[in-house]
């Protein structure tokens, strides 16, 4: 399917979960390459747990194409703490957006999935699409990711029993302004951020869960948008979603030490690194014609600047 059909300029594009972190990027972005009927829709909109709050928010929006991001979602810590409320809820909202995308006829969606539907390949460092089902999830966030791999299974029947168009954007470890900064159930860049932004003006040490060996991809969110934005127009199926920059997490935490005016870490090797490497191929990504632009420091600096202005109104 042609960009041309998908998006056009006056094309009717909802994104759900629009007032969270890479929503309002996404929606700046697709304003900023000219296409003025974005609709972005947060909780506040529409309780996406409710069968009747979907089909209300696609009767009023009338989209032709749906980025569906809105999920609940913690961190490390969060999805281990609370994997009954994350798949029930999770479940909920997944199923009601896409069964109600393809009854209004809605052409293509793009949901996004996470990069803890696959499983843990021990001895490999790269993972591949067609990887997902072969072993079952991480268990430290397997509740989330069962949702997610739920998501998959629907897009998949709906296409096949009724055309529905999509793609399942499995996005590695996303970040930047306008994120959830819960210092304990956050992800793990902006929990870090609030921690060291608490330390810089109270002089106390931050402590840091794990040893910062972990290897992840790590995405600022306005790539993570304009890679959306190639995925709608050139991709179907599952597609890895991340910047091709890979870091231990203790390089997060020297970044971040340095712009808090080094305070003292402290590491808690007690707590869990998850898994040790979770990276993608980015192949089918690239393909689309995109590439990430912001680098990792580069990428701390703004959201770290960000928060420090915001840090009172921030999501926690």
């Known amino acids: 399917m042609s960009q041309s059909k998908l998006l056009h300029h006056n094309a009717r594009i909802l994104i759900t ?25 947060g909780s506040r ?39 009954s409320d994350i798949l029930y809820e999770n479940v ?3 199923t009601h957006v896409v069964e109600h995308a393809r009854r209004a006829g809605v052409k293509k969606i793009v949901a996004m999935g996470s990069g803890c539907v696959y499983p843990e390949l021990k001895g490999q460092q790269e993972l591949f699409e067609s990887q997902i089902w072969i072993g079952p999830p991480h268990g430290s ?11 998959l299974a629907q897009l998949d029947a709906a296409g096949e029993q009724y055309g529905l168009v999509s793609a399942f954007a499995i996005s590695g470890n996303l970040y930047g302004p306008h994120d959830n ?5 956050g992800h793990v860049i902006p ?39 190639s995925i709608m127009q050139c991709a179907e199926g599952p597609i890895n979603l991340g910047s091709g920059f890979r870091h231990p997490i203790r390089d997060i935490v020297n970044e971040l030490q340095t712009l808090a005016g080094g305070v003292t870490v402290e590491w808690d090797a007690t707590k869990p690194d998850g898994q040790l490497e979770r ?29 420090k202005d915001h840090s009172q109104t921030a999501r926690k």
């Open 45 to 83: 909109d529409f309780d996406l747990r409710d069968d009747h709050a979907v089909r209300q928010m696609y009767a009023d929006t009338r989209p032709d194409v749906v980025f569906h991001l809105a999920a609940r979602v913690h961190g490390l810590g969060g999805n281990t703490k609370y994997k």
């Open 191 to 229: 929990s870090l951020i609030t921690k060291f932004h608490r330390a810089s003006l109270d002089g106390g040490p931050v402590k840091v869960w794990g040893s910062g060996v972990a290897i992840r991809d790590f995405s600022y969110c306005d790539d993570a948008a304009r890679a959306l934005v």
């Open 279 to 307: 990276y993608y191929n980015l192949d089918r990504l690239e393909e689309t014609g995109f590439a990430a632009k912001t680098r990792l420091a580069d990428g701390l600096r703004l959201t770290y600047n960000w928060y």
């Open 92 to 94: 909920l909202i997944n």
């Open 141 to 151: 966030e397997d509740s989330y990711a069962h949702s997610k791999r739920l998501m």
């Open 181 to 185: 900064f819960d210092p304990e159930n």
């Open 17 to 41: 979960g629009g007032t969270g972190l890479v929503g309002k990027a996404l929606h700046e972005t697709l304003r900023s390459l000219g296409f003025q009927s974005s609709i972005p829709v």
